[in-house]
Nanobody
Framework: QVQLVESGGGLVQPGGSLRLSCEHS????????MGWYRQAPGKQRELVAS???????NYADSVKGRFTISRGNAKNTVLLQMNSLNPEDTAVYYC???????????WGQGTQVTVSS
């Protein structure tokens, strides 16, 4: 059964940091590029970071230099370290393969990140 569980979100002040964690159900997710996506209110979901099976990373311009994606030591985890957060980073964050599995029909519940003073 395909499963994606995101955690680690919360409320943080501008300039702060958070580390998001994604636990996935293995299988396909271990042999494909994984990504972190986010969806802000009223906006489309966007891919902000991805990592290939070889560890090659790619970032959206808006997060480059501030976010770092990695595959966790546990086989079925993907992490997103977010530094220097600003209010524009406020969104629900999701992980999935990149491109998303099943044409984007399968997602986890996401984790809310709110950046506010």
């Amino acid at each position: 059964q395909v499963q994606l569980v995101e955690s680690g979100g919360g409320l943080v002040q501008p300039g702060g940091s958070l580390r998001l964690s994604c636990e996935h159900s293995g299988g396909l997710f271990t042999i494909t590029t994984m990504g972190w996506y986010r969806q802000a209110p009223g906006k489309q979901r966007e891919l902000v970071a991805s990592i290939t099976t070889r560890g090659v990373t790619n970032y959206a311009d808006s997060v480059k230099g501030r976010f770092t994606i990695s595959r966790g030591n546990a086989k079925n985890t993907v992490l997103l370290q977010m530094n220097s957060l600003n209010p524009e980073d406020t969104a629900v964050y999701y992980c999935n393969s990149a491109p998303p599995i099943s044409g984007g029909r399968v997602w986890g519940q996401g984790t809310q990140v709110t950046v506010s003073s």
